[in-house]
């Protein structure tokens, strides 16, 4: 029976070494238990031990903590999000870069909270198929308390009165998350009118103009049945990422006009989005400010640095007969700072004068544009 164990660790251990990367040691004859709040994580696949430090699959642990989560396949990249009506927390977990984002939004004080930027000793891991990362480091960044038992390999997280309560928005209802890793693809670079199963998708030219008021997104698959903060009530071109936010619709919106999947605004740092930019092959950046183009995104950073800025995207430039922009027609998102989409607001076509668009809002600086490469 000895030797039959021993076989089947070692096995294991082989098994979970070429399908991996980095993977140092593996228990595979005690499993490790994890307790949170007192209940035991049931995982259908099986933590493990790297280095000294112990990996769990990525969706195990934030669902469990109550975070609505997605994977981002093509940027190898983790969004998390825990809100209530008085805060938010989100977390960014960038595989590639081996980096951590976790941003504190607090509504009551209409404060940013905090910022937290880290790195893993111990990086996440792809196992078949499947993303792994440090159970304590990404615990402890959340707030949570971690306790470690050598002797019965158990790992005890106290996330209560240390995580905002479970999703509470206005009418107490929890919001459960539905949502696959499969990112689809669209196709919209093309042509000036696609037409969907919803709705014609706008993409303006110099041929036509946006009508204020209209939304040319196709963004929600039904207005009739929609919760503004669950992934399942907007097209797949808008399910995915910070859902509500500026640079979540800007992104989204540019995707659908030139088809170009942009992760460029990592969790809320619109400061490095042009800096992001310049390192995207599809992606144009415009710094100078008079320069503005249609179907472009145009970055306003904060003056004051504790600030998160501000994206919108750039429908329609109105010029006069030297080519110079006289009125600029926008679609936004997060318009009325609520955190969350709301189709009176969001996504709808607005005109101003140049003048006004490059004062507003005041609390940001105009910063450049994030234009496709033609």
Same mark, same amino acid.
């Given at each position: /029976?000895?030797?039959? $164990?021993?076989?089947?660790?070692?096995?294991?251990?082989?098994?979970?070494?070429?399908?991996?990367?980095?993977?140092?040691?593996?228990?595979?004859?005690?499993?490790?238990?994890?307790?949170?709040?007192?209940?035991?994580?049931?995982?259908? &696949?099986?933590?493990?031990?790297?280095?000294?430090?112990?990996?769990?699959?990525?969706?195990?642990?934030?669902?469990?903590?109550?975070?609505?989560?997605?994977?981002?396949?093509?940027?190898?990249?983790?969004?998390?999000?825990?809100?209530?009506?008085?805060?938010?927390?989100?977390?960014?977990?960038?595989?590639?870069?081996?980096?951590?984002?976790? /941003?504190?939004?607090? +509504?009551?004080?209409?404060?940013?909270?905090?910022?937290?930027?880290?790195?893993?000793?111990?990086?996440?891991?792809?196992?078949?198929? @499947?993303?792994?990362?440090?159970?304590?480091?990404?615990?402890?960044?959340?707030?949570?308390? =971690?306790?470690?038992?050598?002797?019965? $390999?158990?790992?005890?997280?106290?996330? @209560? &009165?240390?995580?905002?309560?479970? $999703?509470?928005?206005? %009418?107490?209802? =929890?919001?459960?998350?539905?949502?696959?890793?499969?990112?689809?693809?669209?196709?919209?670079?093309?042509?000036?009118?696609?037409?969907?199963?919803?709705?014609?998708?706008?993409?303006?030219?110099?041929?036509?103009?946006?009508?204020?008021? &209209?939304?040319?997104?196709?963004?929600?698959?039904?207005?009739?049945?929609? %919760?503004?903060?669950?992934?399942?009530?907007?097209?797949?071109?808008?399910?995915?990422?910070?859902? !509500?936010?500026?640079?979540?619709?800007?992104?989204?919106?540019?995707?659908?006009?030139?088809?170009?999947?942009?992760?460029?605004?990592? #969790?809320?740092?619109? @400061?490095?989005?042009?800096?992001?930019?310049?390192?995207?092959?599809?992606?144009?950046?415009?710094?100078?400010?008079?320069?503005?183009?249609?179907?472009?995104?145009?970055?306003?950073?904060?003056?004051? #640095?504790?600030?998160?800025?501000?994206? =919108?995207?750039?429908?329609?430039?109105?010029?006069?007969?030297?080519?110079?922009?006289?009125?600029?027609?926008?679609?936004? !998102?997060?318009?009325?700072?609520?955190?969350?989409?709301?189709?009176?607001?969001?996504? =709808?076509?607005?005109?101003?004068?140049?003048?006004?668009? $490059?004062?507003?809002?005041?609390?940001?600086?105009?910063?450049? +544009?994030?234009?496709?490469?033609?």
């Amino acid at each position: /029976m000895k030797n039959f $164990k021993n076989f089947m660790a070692l096995l294991l251990l082989c098994t979970t070494i070429f399908s991996s990367t980095n993977i140092y040691s593996v228990y595979a004859d005690e499993q490790i238990k994890i307790f949170i709040d007192g209940e035991q994580l049931m995982t259908e &696949d099986t933590p493990f031990l790297s280095n000294g430090r112990t990996l769990v699959p990525f969706r195990a642990i934030f669902e469990k903590l109550d975070f609505e989560v997605r994977w981002e396949s093509e940027a190898k990249q983790i969004n998390a999000e825990r809100r209530t009506s008085k805060n938010r927390v989100r977390c960014n977990i960038q595989t590639i870069e081996n980096k951590m984002i976790v /941003m504190l939004d607090d +509504y009551i004080t209409e404060s940013n909270g905090f910022v937290n930027v880290s790195s893993f000793d111990v990086p996440p891991q792809i196992v078949s198929g @499947k993303t792994y990362i440090p159970l304590r480091a990404v615990s402890e960044a959340l707030g949570c308390d =971690v306790d470690w038992n050598g002797n019965t $390999k158990t790992i005890t997280i106290t996330a @209560k &009165d240390k995580l905002p309560t479970k $999703k509470e928005i206005e %009418d107490n209802t =929890v919001i459960t998350p539905n949502v696959t890793e499969t990112v689809t693809e669209e196709t919209t670079s093309s042509i000036v009118t696609t037409e969907t199963d919803q709705k014609p998708v706008v993409i303006y030219s110099d041929d036509n103009k946006p009508v204020v008021g &209209d939304t040319p997104g196709n963004i929600l698959k039904d207005p009739n049945n929609f %919760d503004p903060l669950s992934v399942n009530s907007y097209t797949d071109i808008y399910s995915y990422g910070s859902i !509500g936010q500026c640079t979540w619709y800007a992104e989204a919106r540019f995707c659908e006009v030139h088809n170009i999947k942009l992760y460029l605004y990592q #969790l809320g740092g619109i @400061k490095e989005c042009l800096t992001n930019a310049l390192e995207h092959n599809d992606l144009n950046v415009i710094t100078d400010i008079n320069n503005i183009e249609s179907n472009t995104i145009a970055v306003f950073t904060p003056k004051d #640095l504790s600030k998160l800025g501000h994206m =919108v995207y750039v429908e329609y430039v109105e010029r006069d007969s030297n080519g110079n922009p006289i009125n600029v027609y926008i679609t936004e !998102g997060n318009t009325l700072g609520e955190g969350k989409f709301n189709p009176q607001y969001d996504g =709808v076509v607005k005109k101003m004068t140049f003048e006004d668009f $490059k004062n507003n809002p005041q609390a940001n600086v105009l910063a450049g +544009y994030i234009a496709a490469n033609k």
